[in-house]
């Protein structure tokens, strides 16, 4: 998508950005939910993070993220 490269470009970074409109991936990670959004039910992404080894495995599934505390949570499992 032109927006994920041109925000790849703003900030230089080294890896490529997952778009998935069809929603595949958001289904196979189970994180495309029904949620309460001011008092209506509404689908949308769960945010959340997952370590996935070299091999494909899953190492490690962060759910219910806060994107402040994420990072740091994250950094500390890859130790």
Known sequence: MASHKKF?????L???LLSDPEKEV???Y?????????GKKVMGVVRSSVIIDEEGNIEKVFTKVKAKENAGETLEALR
């Open 8 to 12: 790849e470009e703003k900030y230089s």
């Open 14 to 16: 080294p890896y490529i």
């Open 26 to 28: 958001l289904s196979a």
């Open 30 to 38: 189970d994180v495309w939910k029904e949620k309460n959004m001011y």
